[in-house]
Nanobody, 127 residues
Framework: VQLQASGGGLVQTGGSLRLSCKIS????????VGWFRQAPGKEREFVGG????????TIADSVKGRFTISKDSGKNTVYLQMNTLKPEDTAVYYC?????????????????????WGQGTLVTVSS
């Protein structure tokens, strides 16, 4: 499976961006997807995730109320909508995927749980 993250860019404080993670390859519907970010000098951290079915979504406390995650199964794409952006949201954002069974109802939040990663897209929030 291949993942292509896009949608990053430069935005002012308070602005919005929508990141997209396009999944391609065989059996794309079998994958749970997570979004992570990594700021310079910091470890990669979980931002949000969605189960294979789309029935469960989890957003990290640090961005809760500002970020939402969704998926369009027909387009094999998972979105991360980011509103009210702050300078501390500046980072490279990565999407990752893990093949799961349909009954899994919890979101994976650890980077080690995801074997497939996209190339990352840079988000810069200016103050």
């Amino acid at each position: 499976v291949q993942l292509q993250a896009s949608g990053g860019g430069l935005v002012q404080t308070g602005g919005s961006l929508r990141l997209s993670c396009k999944i391609s390859g065989p059996s794309t519907s079998r994958y749970a997807v997570g979004w992570f970010r990594q700021a310079p000098g910091k470890e990669r951290e979980f931002v949000g995730g969605i189960t294979r079915s789309g029935g469960t979504k989890t957003i990290a406390d640090s961005v809760k109320g500002r970020f939402t995650i969704s998926k369009d199964s027909g387009k094999n794409t998972v979105y991360l909508q980011m509103n009210t952006l702050k300078p501390e949201d500046t980072a490279v954002y990565y999407c990752a995927a893990k093949q799961t069974i349909l009954s899994i109802s919890s979101v994976y939040t650890d980077t080690n749980e995801y074997p497939y990663w996209g190339q990352g897209t840079l988000v810069t929030v200016s103050s």
